[in-house]
Every structure is written in C-alpha cells, then in structure tokens.
C-alpha cells in the first residue's frame, strides 16, 4: 500500500497534547519503513478556543475529523504534491476515508488500519 507512495501525514490532536510532534515522528518513521515518503505534514489542533476544554478531544466534523478550512488546506496540499496516501495518526471510519478521499484525491488511511506489522 506505501510502497513508493508520496505520503501525507495528517493528525487531530488535543491542544494540551504535547507530544503530536512525537506521535507524527513515530508514524512518519512507519511509513518510510514500508517504503512510503513522506511529502507533508498537516497538523489540527483543537484548543479551547473552539468549544471549550470539554471539546478537546472531538473531531471538528464527524464527515471528515477536521475543521472544513484544515480539510481543505489538506485537500489542496494532497492534490498539489501528488499524495497517493494521506495517513491519519486518529482512527477513521470507513464513510471518513471514503468523504477524505474524494476530497483529497488519494487514498486515505487512519491509523487504526496502518500499524507496523502490515
């Protein structure tokens, strides 16, 4: 699936969450050891300026995890670089890789589905 990809590594993170750069080096490092090359990455934070620190930890949308401007921000970077994977570090569900995808223009993965071991 990453073999001799362009990648994108795309990640929603808790704006009290300190280690996203951490958690983006680990992935990043899975991928180019599945010989995937990572071109971009694109980081959402979600601090309490949007909705308050009980909302920390929700996606922005439940169609596509981002806020719709970090969606299309991401879209343009995917489509202008020529990603053929974007990776999440969250979890996705299936109609999320599906609504990403077509807004991307790339296959779409979360990291429930890419770990290591495939």
Same mark, same amino acid.
């Given at each position: 699936?990453?073999?001799?990809?362009?990648?994108?590594?795309?990640?929603?993170?808790?704006?009290?969450?300190?280690?996203? *750069?951490?958690?983006?080096? %680990?992935?990043? +490092?899975?991928?180019? #050891?599945?010989? $995937?090359?990572? =071109?971009?990455?694109?980081?959402?934070?979600?601090?309490?300026?949007?909705?308050?620190?009980?909302?920390?930890?929700?996606?922005?949308?439940?169609?596509?995890?981002?806020?719709? *401007?970090?969606?299309?921000? %991401?879209?343009? +970077?995917?489509?202008? #670089?020529?990603? $053929?994977?974007? =990776?999440?570090?969250?979890?996705?569900?299936?109609?999320?890789?599906?609504?990403?995808?077509?807004?991307?223009?790339?296959?779409?993965?979360?990291?429930?589905?890419?770990?290591?071991?495939?």
């Amino acid at each position: 699936m990453l073999a001799g990809a362009d990648v994108a590594l795309v990640g929603l993170f808790s704006g009290r969450d300190s280690e996203f *750069g951490a958690k983006l080096d %680990v992935l990043a +490092a899975s991928v180019e #050891a599945h010989g $995937g090359r990572v =071109v971009s990455r694109h980081v959402q934070r979600r601090g309490v300026s949007h909705g308050g620190a009980s909302k920390m930890a929700v996606p922005f949308s439940r169609q596509t995890l981002l806020s719709p *401007g970090k969606a299309r921000e %991401v879209a343009q +970077a995917c489509r202008a #670089a020529g990603v $053929g994977v974007a =990776v999440f570090v969250n979890p996705l569900t299936e109609r999320q890789r599906a609504v990403l995808g077509d807004m991307f223009g790339c296959l779409v993965v979360g990291g429930d589905l890419f770990t290591p071991s495939q």
